[in-house]
Structures are given as C-alpha cells and as structure tokens.
C-alpha cells in the first residue's frame, strides 16, 4: 500500500464498509423478491433449510472456508478486507432479514421490481467496495486463485465456481427459479458498469478530502496560535 493510501485509510475504509451495506441490501432484496437466489446465496438459503442458522451465518461459514482453500492454492495468507468482507456481508445480511418492512411482494408485479432493484444495487454495492481497495471477497479470492493456478480466464473460473455451488445449492433445496438465470446473465454487465463509475467518484472523492486535510491542518494551526496571543 503506499503512501498516499495510507493516508486515505480511514476514509476508504468508510467507502469499503458503505460498499457492504449496500451490496448485503441488495443480496437481501434478491432473496426476498421469491423469484429465484443468486447462486451462491442459493446454496447459502439451501443449507439454511436443511441445517438451521441464519443465512447470514452461512454466508460466513462458507466464506471461511473458501478463504482456507484460497490460501492453500495461493500460498499466501488472505489479505484483512476478505476476512472483513466474509465477516460482515454475514452479519449485515441477517440483520437486513430482522426489518420487518422488507418482505416478499404478494405480486409478480412487486417480484419483479423488488429482484430488479435487488440486482443494480447489489451490483452497485460491490463496485462501491471494491473501488475502496481492501482487497477482494472470499469468493473472489477463489476465482484470482484458481484463474493463477489454472491459467483459465477470469469469466471461465467464475462460471464454473457459480455453476457447482448452483447445483449443490439446488439440490438442498434452495431457491432456483428465473431470477438465478436473470442474475448470472446481467450481474457481469452491470458490476463491470457500477465499477467504473463507482472508482471515478470514490477517486474523487479522496482526492477531495486529500486536499482539504492541509488546510484543516493550517486552520487548526491558527486557531492555536490565535489562543496563545
């Protein structure tokens, strides 16, 4: 990390933790809407039907041991935002489970729209995150292990990884419908967008606060020697 990073710790840090709200919201309206999971969260509400937890609970428990097999394909011990990630996208998707305002629409109407705004702002939430630069998730972890292991391009380890999760998760029962088609087809497109645009304002944003913190400083400064006199 250099220099100027370090600098900007504590702020990316806020941008990093905004990053997983947003996404776990948008992980929650997907799941929520009835209308088919994604597939990891698919295999996440799977094990939630057969086993008990929380989905939440889940989500860390699999990130886990993701992050274990990652590092014994990579030699080389995760970086802290993947066990932060794994941590708390778990904690904040059951707490967005407890609000009791988000709930299943009782029409196809209210599906729709609930998975589609599930869908951007997910996609959203992840650029928001990885544009802060603690590094990847447990998942994506796996994927740049795998893809240096292998030597498979990126979108190839990806589909395979979704496609054998999907297919446990399937076969304990979670819940695969029309939406898991609609999510693995459009989340590439839309995360590729949301970060690009999430990056410039991030970037932006920091540049800001960089230039602000010398003249705080200055202000600060003064301000004491004002007293003293």
């Keep these: 990390m250099n220099t100027q990073k370090r600098g900007q710790t504590g702020s990316r840090f806020i941008v990093y933790i905004s990053g997983l709200l947003v996404m776990s919201l948008g992980i929650v309206l997907l799941i929520k809407a009835d209308f088919g999971a994604p597939p990891w969260d698919v295999f996440h509400v799977g094990l939630y039907y057969q086993l008990g937890w929380t989905i939440g609970t889940w989500s860390i428990i699999v990130g886990f041991f993701i992050l274990a097999v990652s590092a014994v394909i990579d030699k080389k011990f995760p970086q802290i935002g993947a066990f932060l990630n794994m941590i708390l996208v778990g904690l904040f998707i059951d707490m967005y489970f407890l609000l009791p305002f988000i709930d299943t629409p009782g029409t196809w109407a209210g599906k729709l729209l ?5 869908l951007v702002i997910n996609a959203y939430g992840m650029g928001i995150y990885i544009s802060a630069q603690f590094g ?56 590729g967008v949301s970060l690009r645009q999430t990056q410039k304002l991030t970037d932006h944003l920091l540049l800001r ?10 202000m600060n400064v003064k301000a004491e020697n004002q007293r003293e006199v």
């Design 114 to 118: 609930m998975f589609f705004s599930g």
């Design 136 to 191: 990847a998730g447990p998942r994506d972890s796996l994927m740049l292990a795998l893809k240096s292991k292998m030597g498979w391009k990126v979108q190839n380890v990806r589909a395979a990884m979704e496609i054998i999760v999907l297919l446990l998760g399937w076969q304990l029962g979670g819940p695969v419908f029309l939406g898991t088609v609609l999510y693995s087809v459009f989340i590439g497109p839309l995360a």
């Design 209 to 218: 606060l960089q230039r602000k913190q010398p003249l705080l400083k200055h």
